[in-house]
């Protein structure tokens, strides 16, 4: 594997399945691409089993390491599905706890899934930052949610947010040895995206920016940024955010015959929104590519398949 993909992609995931997957009135204010849709809970839990299982299917078809993580019915967490929001694991083996917006969405920490990563996937905890105790004083850093980092340039991209403190996006840059690039970025209305994955996706060799969402000056700099990291740099509209093709990840493989590669994993919506000159950009600049139908989740959770992998790093032994 070449040195930047393996430093900006990791070949493992946690992933949670989710008990009780529905619409969640606590996250919906800050959240515009939710929508609340009228069928039983039962079959709204069912139906998004049914997308998370195969688009873990899809991932282990193609040789990632995939821990599922199961939640539990009790207390109700409806969106468990979106792991990365609570918890980020890095190569050096720091484990980031970060603070949530929604107080049903708190009940997702789980340390006990971290644990499990060591049997499951040779990922041992050597440090955890907890920002969690933020939450008191009403200030939010939703994981990679809020952050979308640059692990090659060390670069924290963030848009500010009701769940993306300036100040907490710095504090975590510092502990991480990580440069910080805030900006402001706003949907159709006027309001501030609610996450930074939804507009900005970085890979190893290109990136997806909506660069009309952000102010000329922000938006100058944030392209000149992804730019200088001699990544292609794919521009997308706010239409396009609204079908998560802002939303994608990429990650790392091996095959006996092909050795190292890499996959970019999108969602069906998102796949069907780039242009054809687009999709063949984003397409050579891996090895192949994953579209994953996972249309409720994101039509009521609000968030796509970048939101339901938390990565897992090779950490040290």
Not at 202 to 211: H, N, P
Not at 215 to 242: F, H, K, M, Q, T
Request: charged fraction near 20%; hydrophobic fraction near 45%.
């Amino acid at each position: 594997m070449g040195a930047n993909r393996a430093l900006q992609c990791s070949s493992a995931v946690l992933m949670v399945r989710p008990a009780r997957f529905g619409f969640n009135p606590e996250t919906a204010a800050s959240n515009d691409l939710q929508q609340q849709i009228a069928l039983p809970a039962v079959q709204l839990a069912a139906q998004a089993q049914a997308e998370f299982d195969g688009y873990v299917n899809a991932l282990r078809a193609e040789g990632v390491a995939v821990y599922v993580a199961e939640d539990s019915a009790e207390p109700s967490k409806p969106d468990a599905v979106f792991p990365n929001n609570w918890v980020s694991l890095h190569s050096d083996g720091t484990v980031v706890l970060y603070p949530m917006l929604a107080p049903n969405r708190r009940l997702e920490r789980q340390m006990a899934f971290i644990k499990a990563l060591e049997p499951a996937l040779g990922f041992r905890c050597q440090r955890l930052l907890d920002f969690t105790h933020h939450e008191r004083d009403g200030r939010f850093l939703e994981g990679t949610g809020s952050l979308v980092l640059d692990h090659v340039r060390r670069i924290a991209y963030a848009n500010r947010s009701a769940r993306t403190d300036e100040g907490l996006v710095r504090e975590w840059a510092q502990a991480l040895h990580y440069e910080a690039m805030i900006f402001d970025a706003l949907d159709e209305r006027g309001a501030a995206y609610y996450h930074t994955n939804v507009l900005l996706w970085i890979g190893t060799r290109c990136a997806v920016l909506c660069a009309e969402a952000l102010p000329p000056a922000d938006r100058d700099a944030v392209r000149a940024s992804l730019r200088a990291g001699g990544r292609e740099l794919i521009e997308i509209d706010r239409s396009a955010v609204r079908a998560f093709a802002g939303n994608l990840l990429e990650l790392a493989s091996w095959d006996e015959a092909l050795g190292d590669y890499s996959l970019l994993v999108m969602s069906s919506s998102a796949r069907a929104a780039f242009s054809p000159v687009q999709y063949a950009r984003l397409s050579g600049s891996v090895d192949s590519v994953i579209v994953a139908p996972v249309p409720l989740i994101e039509q009521v959770g609000g968030g796509s398949v970048r939101c339901m992998l938390a990565e897992v790093p090779q950490a040290p032994a």
